[in-house]
């Protein structure tokens, strides 16, 4: 599965059903409209593993950072002045980081995918 010059799995943390997702959406983009993607996809992509870890701040008194970092920042203040909702919540997105992380890849791709059009 592994393709050591596909550009898709240069990416730190890279699911394949995150790689699929890629392939698909980029398959009618040019060669150079790919690069643009990847450069711009590159900048604003979230690790899963770095979603858990700040996550896990808030067990510490600083819950909802990483709502902040997933654009959510309405969430993410009610996490903070809530302690994460009394831990509820943040024990909640604990199981399901890979699934936040994966749904802002997502809409990262989307907007990604528009700039790269963008150019000709």
């Known amino acids: 599965m ?4 596909d550009p898709y799995y240069a990416f730190s943390g890279v699911t ?4 699929v997702f ?3 959406a980029t398959a009618e983009l040019s060669d150079q409209q790919k690069n643009r993607f990847f450069a711009v996809y590159s900048t604003k992509r979230k690790n899963a593993q770095d979603i858990l870890l700040v996550s896990l701040l808030g067990f510490v008194g600083f819950a909802g950072i990483h709502r902040f970092m997933l654009g959510q920042i309405g969430m993410g203040l009610l996490y903070f002045f809530t302690a994460g909702l009394c ?3 943040t024990i909640v997105d604990l199981v399901n980081y890979k699934n936040l992380a994966n749904e802002y890849n997502k809409q990262m791709a989307y907007e990604s995918f528009h700039i790269a059009k963008m150019y000709q």
């Open 2 to 5: 592994y393709a050591p010059n």
């Open 16 to 19: 394949p059903e995150e790689v």
């Open 22 to 24: 890629l392939q698909q």
């Open 87 to 89: 831990f509820i919540g």
